[in-house]
């Protein structure tokens, strides 16, 4: 979900992990020279999440990387499918409210552009039925940066043993 640390939490931990970094939004921006605000004013949402697709499955292709993925690429049926057959994917779930305090000011967020509250828990609402079809669900609320880095940390070990 927009706002959940995804990029944060997936920085450190490939940094912890000593593996690579992708940062889906980050690689569509780059590739397609705008930001993804702008990529949804200019083209439209249904380009965006073409080109996400499209990204999300070459990066998916690669070993030894830490993803974050868009905040609606997982709704994605393609995008999961990629996922259940290469990785694993952690769902990073915070509390509405405090998702909306993170987010309520951003301009990157082009889903969110002037929503209110209501607005967020609707996509929120949408979305969490899908999310809850990752393989790991990380409740972030009460948790600090370095308690949730752990928590990843701790399932991809324990994948890593019963590999």
Not at 27 to 56: H, M, Y
Not at 65 to 94: C, H, P, Q, T, Y
Not at 134 to 158: P, T, W
Request: glycine share 6%; aromatic share 6%; hydrophobic share 35%.
């Amino acid at each position: 979900m927009m706002g959940s640390g995804k990029t944060t939490i997936g920085k450190s931990l490939s940094q912890r992990l000593d593996m690579g970094f992708a940062d889906i939004d980050s690689i569509i921006e780059k590739k397609v020279g705008l930001s993804i605000s702008e990529i949804f004013e200019n083209k439209g949402e249904k380009a965006f999440r073409e080109e996400e697709e499209k990204e999300s499955k070459k990066i998916l292709k690669k070993t030894n990387l830490v993803i974050a993925l868009g905040g609606g690429a997982f709704i994605n049926e393609n995008i999961r499918n990629e996922i259940k057959k290469s990785s694993f994917s952690v769902w990073l779930d915070l509390d509405v409210k405090m998702l909306y305090k993170r987010v309520k000011e951003s301009k990157k967020r082009p889903l969110l552009k002037n929503s209110s509250e209501e607005e967020l828990i609707k996509i929120y609402n949408l979305r969490k039925k899908i999310y809850s079809l990752a393989d790991f669900k990380v409740q972030c609320g009460s948790k600090n940066k370095e308690q949730i880095i752990n928590e990843v940390l701790q399932i991809y070990e324990d994948r890593q043993n019963h590999s």
